[in-house]
């Protein structure tokens, strides 16, 4: 009786195993296929007849710091370097200041004319702010405009001496007692598995120069009188002469509008066709901020360009603005927003129901950065 027991043991043990054995045979061969269609699918991307494809799957890679390696399985990396460089290519367009005030004037014309427009623009804000999404052909973006400038500073996360990890901008928004933020300057993020305890490149908070290490990079801030600067390099004795309170930097050639006088330059990249997501700061002529973050990575969103990004904010009266981190890092808070705007809280994600405009579409949670730009509660 014991040796038959024993026997049916060994038989349920032998099905059980063939079944384990089954399943992982087929879990793998399912895996092996996804895989193999991936890559299959890359490689015709990059390799197939079509350079203008092959450039914007390259661009769009290159956005992220976890995919910058990618290219490189498929073509080589010298014509990954060419393709880089030539979308680097800036082509100026100069346009007038009163032109500009055209496009958007030409926008908000109602039937009672312009005066109407610009008086009633500010007569449903809420929290000093207007709230809006806009849809492009392969994005969406999420704007918020910010009427009183001095509102607008730079948060961090820590005082960058003790290697303690980056905030979630929920988290800084919460210390701050912020109404609204959004991600801002560079960080060491190789793979995407920085840590964002220290920012990359001259840093000013609330009047004071918190971060340089000699880095030349993109700078976008503010000065003392609330005007928005964007700069290709800036060191800290020039930033100090323009009385520089609350400015990040980012990686090199993100400048996006300038003016001088009566003219605006928009900076142009038409070999720029990377698909991402999207964060940029900017200021209308007559002060108010604009905020943008996009959405990108999903079949509805794959992202926008850098030229998407100028052409959105121009039509929203910008003449001065930096594009910010994007990737991973592109977040958009605003407290209690779907209330505010009667949003259904059914139809946000976990993320969004803490606070985030946008889609969060990463592997990990919420990045923890070093530097965001935070909107102050009215006064």
């Given at each position: 009786?014991?040796?038959e027991?024993q ?7 032998g099905r059980a195993?063939?079944v384990v054995?089954?399943t ?8 092996f296929f996804l ?5 299959a699918?890359?490689?015709?991307l990059?390799?197939?007849p079509s ?11 290159m956005?992220a710091?976890?995919t910058?390696?990618l290219p490189?399985?498929f073509i080589?990396?010298?014509?990954v370097?060419?393709?880089?460089e030539?979308s680097?290519q800036v082509q100026?367009e100069v ?10 004037d ?18 449903d804000a809420?929290d000093g702010?207007?709230y809006k999404?806009?849809?492009?052909s ?5 704007i918020?405009?910010v009427?009183d400038?001095?509102r607008?500073?730079v948060?961090?996360s820590?005082?960058y001496?003790?290697?303690k990890?980056?905030a979630?901008?929920?988290d800084?928004?919460?210390?701050e007692g912020?109404?609204?933020a959004i991600?801002a300057g560079e960080?060491?993020d190789i793979g995407g ?13 609330k ?10 990079r ?5 000065d003392?009188?609330n005007i928005?600067?964007?700069?290709d390099?800036?060191t800290?004795?020039?930033a100090d002469?323009?009385g520089?309170?609350?400015?990040v930097s980012?990686?090199?050639g993100?400048v996006?509008?300038t003016?001088?006088g009566?003219s605006v330059t928009?900076?142009y ?12 700061i ?6 108010a901020?604009?905020?943008v973050?996009?959405?990108g ?10 030229n998407?990004i100028?052409d ?11 594009m910010l981190?994007?990737g991973s890092?592109a977040?958009?808070y605003y407290k209690d927003?779907?209330?505010k ?7 946000l994600?976990?993320?969004q129901?803490q606070g985030?405009t946008?889609?969060?579409?990463a ?13 102050a509660?009215e006064?």
């Amino acid at each position: 009786m014991k040796d038959e027991v024993q026997i049916n043991k060994i038989k349920k043990k032998g099905r059980a195993g063939r079944v384990v054995r089954r399943t992982l045979l087929v879990l793998f061969s399912v895996l092996f296929f996804l895989v193999f269609s991936l890559y299959a699918f890359c490689r015709m991307l990059l390799t197939g007849p079509s350079p203008t494809v092959r450039d914007q799957v390259v661009l769009s890679a290159m956005q992220a710091s976890a995919t910058k390696w990618l290219p490189g399985l498929f073509i080589d990396s010298a014509l990954v370097q060419e393709i880089c460089e030539r979308s680097a290519q800036v082509q100026e367009e100069v346009i007038s200041m009163g032109a500009m005030r055209g496009r958007k004037d030409q926008e908000n014309d109602g039937e009672n004319g312009e005066a109407e427009a610009k008086e009633d623009e500010w007569a449903d804000a809420v929290d000093g702010m207007i709230y809006k999404t806009y849809n492009g052909s392969s994005f969406k973006a999420y704007i918020l405009i910010v009427k009183d400038p001095s509102r607008v500073y730079v948060g961090t996360s820590s005082d960058y001496k003790s290697g303690k990890i980056g905030a979630r901008i929920f988290d800084i928004a919460e210390s701050e007692g912020a109404v609204a933020a959004i991600n801002a300057g560079e960080f060491s993020d190789i793979g995407g598995q920085g840590t964002g305890d220290t920012p990359i490149g001259l840093t000013y908070s609330k009047g004071q120069c918190v971060w340089n290490d000699g880095l030349k990079r993109t700078f976008i801030g503010f000065d003392e009188n609330n005007i928005l600067h964007a700069a290709d390099s800036m060191t800290k004795e020039q930033a100090d002469a323009l009385g520089i309170r609350d400015a990040v930097s980012f990686q090199n050639g993100n400048v996006l509008i300038t003016n001088e006088g009566d003219s605006v330059t928009l900076y142009y990249a038409e070999g720029n066709t990377g698909m991402a997501q999207r964060t940029a700061i900017a200021q209308r002529e007559d002060g108010a901020v604009i905020l943008v973050v996009t959405d990108g990575r999903t079949a509805s969103s794959f992202g926008a360009t850098r030229n998407d990004i100028i052409d959105l904010l121009v039509s929203e009266g910008a003449v001065v603005a930096g594009m910010l981190d994007g990737g991973s890092s592109a977040m958009m808070y605003y407290k209690d927003y779907y209330t505010k705007y009667d949003i259904d809280v059914e139809s946000l994600d976990e993320y969004q129901r803490q606070g985030l405009t946008n889609r969060y579409k990463a592997f990990t949670k919420p990045r923890h950065m070093p530097t965001f730009f935070l909107v102050a509660p009215e006064s």
